[in-house]
C-alpha cells in the first residue's frame, strides 16, 4: 500500500526504513524531543533504529499499531511520521499522533498526510473515531487536527510529562466516521 501526493509518499513502515528514520529522528532530536520523546530515544543510531523498525513492522502487520512514514518521493528521504495508535477495536477507536522534519514543517505536508490517514483508518482499519491528544503549545499539531475536521473534547490537566520533568495540560480532539456520531 503506498499513497501518493503531491511528490510525497505515505506508506507502512518497512523494514529497509531503519536508517532513513534514524536520519529524521537524530536531525529533528531538539523537535522531537519534547512530544516524541520515546519513539526518539528508540532511534538514536542506526541499530536501535533497526531494532525499532522491525518492532512496528510485526505491530503493523498484528494489526496492534499502524506506523506510516512520509517520503519525499525524489530521494525516498522520510520526512515525517503518523501513528495509528492506542487502538481500541472494539470500540472502534485509535488515536493519530504526527510528526515532521524541521526542512518540511509549515508546508501543508503533515496536513495533507493526516487527511489521507484518516481516510484509510475509516475504510480499511474499520475505526469509527480518531483522537487526536496535543499540548495546546504545540500550535502547529492543534492546527493539523483542525483542518481535518477534528473538534476539541476536552483538557487533560497535567496529563503529559516532558523530558525536564514538567507536567503539561493535554487537549482532546476527536473526529466521528461519517453516519456514526
Known amino acids: ?31 522531537f524531543a519534547n512530544y516524541f520523546p520515546g519513539t526518539l530515544k528508540e532511534n538514536l543510531n542506526p541499530t536501535l533504529s533497526k531494532l525499532f523498525v522491525e518492532k512496528k513492522v510485526k505491530q503493523f502487520e498484528s494489526k496492534e499499531e499502524y506506523l506510516f512514514t512520509i517520503k ?10 503518523i501513528y ?8 472502534g477507536q485509535g488515536e493519530l499522533a504526527y510528526c ?7 508546508k501543508g505536508i503533515i496536513t495533507k498526510s493526516v487527511s489521507k490517514i484518516i481516510d484509510w483508518a475509516f475504510k480499511e482499519a474499520g475505526l469509527c473515531t480518531l483522537q487526536v491528544i496535543a499540548n495546546q503549545n504545540n500550535i502547529a499539531s ?7 475536521g ?23 480532539y476527536e473526529l466521528y466516521k461519517e453516519g456514526t456520531a
Request: aromatic letters at 12%; a negative charge.
Open 1 to 31: 500500500m503506498q499513497i501518493d501526493f503531491d511528490n510525497y509518499s505515505i506508506s507502512p513502515i518497512h523494514i529497509k526504513d531503519a536508517w532513513r528514520l534514524c536520519d529524521l529522528m537524530v536531525s529533528n532530536a531538539d523537535r
Open 84 to 91: 495509528v495508535k492506542e487502538l481500541l477495536k472494539k470500540e
Open 72 to 81: 519525499e518521493n525524489t530521494d525516498r528521504t522520510i520526512i515525517g511520521l
Open 100 to 106: 515532521i522534519g524541521y526542512q518540511y514543517a509549515g
Open 150 to 172: 477534528f473538534t476539541w473534547q476536552r483538557t487533560f490537566p497535567k496529563n503529559f510529562q516532558l523530558p525536564n520533568g514538567e507536567f503539561v495540560d493535554m487537549e482532546l
Open 142 to 148: 492543534t492546527r493539523v487536527a483542525e483542518k481535518n
